[in-house]
């Protein structure tokens, strides 16, 4: 029996079950959004289920993220919980981490911030990949993003600390070894398409995308340790004028440049050295 928008599933019965069996939500909803399906599944479901899937589907072509709607994400091969609070985490800063832990492990760094936190996908992913070598804070803005980042760093069972905070305020100076952080970055004109679903809080970085990255690297070394590290995402446009303002501040030593999977110049990690 062929389904709204000529979608087809297979088994469909008349007394409004359709016969699947043995697959989870994610492979269902998968297959009613028509996404390439990998194998014979055969799976069972009710009018509420199949009803529950319509609307899925409504909101999904309507672009809502999937994430949204399934209220969970996939970070470093660890599901995470989001919501319209929190961003989405993407496959991007995973390499900002395996940067930010490579550079961690070889200098020893102890204390270490997730700023920015959302749903607390970085700082929980190095909880557990340092284990305790390392004692981790979160901080964001967001009180309502900080719930969710509390809720997830429970299911992953990771001993990490939120805080609420406008960027590192709430902190005492020299308090880390390292801060990572994944802020808003995004030009405000630009946040359109699947983006105005994502919480404005948190991708909003003003006109050039760059406001917050600003404040983050002039308030920074009073946070950081001499020696310490600042680990930072940005978009793919933005080196040459980070670069500038790296090199105006004169507070920081270039470690590495991160490009992402694709080639896209992705983040940087900067060592914070004595003022000139």
């Known amino acids: 029996m062929r389904l709204s928008d ?3 599933l297979q088994g469909w019965v008349d007394d409004n079950r359709t016969v699947f069996s043995g697959a989870e939500a994610f492979f269902i909803v998968r297959d009613i959004l028509a996404v390439k399906h990998t194998g014979p599944y055969d799976y069972v479901l009710t009018g509420r289920q199949f009803h529950w899937l319509e609307s899925v589907k409504k909101a999904y072509l309507a672009g809502m993220p999937l994430a949204y709607i399934l209220g969970k994400e996939e970070f470093y091969g660890r599901e995470f919980q989001v919501s319209a609070n929190t961003l989405i985490p993407r496959k991007e800063t ?13 200098a020893g760094c102890r204390q270490i911030l997730d700023l920015c936190c959302g749903c607390g996908n970085i700082g929980i992913t190095m909880s557990q990949l340092l284990g305790a070598n390392a004692d981790i804070f979160m901080s964001d803005l967001s009180f309502d993003a900080l719930l969710v980042a509390e809720e997830n760093a429970r299911r992953h069972q990771v001993p990490v600390l939120a805080s609420e ?7 005492a100076l020299d308090s880390f070894d390292m801060v990572v ?7 405000t004109d630009n946040i359109k398409g699947s983006l105005i679903y994502e919480p404005k809080l948190a991708l909003d970085g003003g006109g050039d995308g760059l406001e917050l990255i600003r404040r983050i690297l002039e308030q920074a070394p009073g946070y950081i340790r001499t020696g310490g590290f600042l680990v930072l995402e940005f978009g793919w446009q933005h080196k040459p004028p980070i670069s500038d303002i790296i090199k105006a501040n004169g507070r920081y030593e270039i470690r590495e ?9 992705r983040g940087v990690v900067l060592q914070r050295i004595n003022e000139r």
């Open 181 to 187: 952080s994944n802020p808003p970055y995004v030009e």
């Open 165 to 171: 905070s406008d960027l590192m305020g709430c902190f």
């Open 257 to 265: 440049w991160i490009k992402d999977y694709d080639g896209n110049w």
């Open 94 to 106: 995973e390499i900002v981490v395996e940067k930010a832990v490579g550079f961690a492990v070889s």
């Open 6 to 8: 000529g979608i087809t």
